[in-house]
């Protein structure tokens, strides 16, 4: 079998919060909770499962997800209309804007624990040969 990320467990301030947040803004479900973490599935079978720590112990990480550009697009109006900051550029110099890095677009903002969060429409170096 080939190896295949599975699970992550990311840590939030408030496990249904983060949860909510994540599977809102990019219209996918909330599974049921499983002792402290409440999981949203991905399209790749790969799950987050978020639970719960004490803020002084959540470490801010960096998620990137690969998304259609209308999945984009919902996305970011609704971070839009939220009045979520968010900026084009990892090191927040160009604020309420998005990039158009390889073709396609993207975006970073941070999620309620402070994680920074970032949505790309075309992987980086854009898409492989056919």
Known sequence: MAVQL???IVHARD???SAEFFAELLDLDIAEEWGPFIAVAL???VTLDFATAPADRITPQHY???VAEA????AYAKIQAR???HWADPQQKLPGEINRNDG???VYFLDPAGHYLELI???YGGWPAE
């Open 64 to 66: 990137a997800f690969l």
């Open 121 to 123: 429409t075309v992987p």
């Open 83 to 85: 009045g979520l900051e």
């Open 6 to 8: 599975n699970h992550t």
């Open 104 to 106: 396609g677009k993207g």
């Open 43 to 45: 399209s790749n079978d």
């Open 71 to 74: 999945e984009f697009d919902s």
């Open 15 to 17: 496990n249904r919060e």
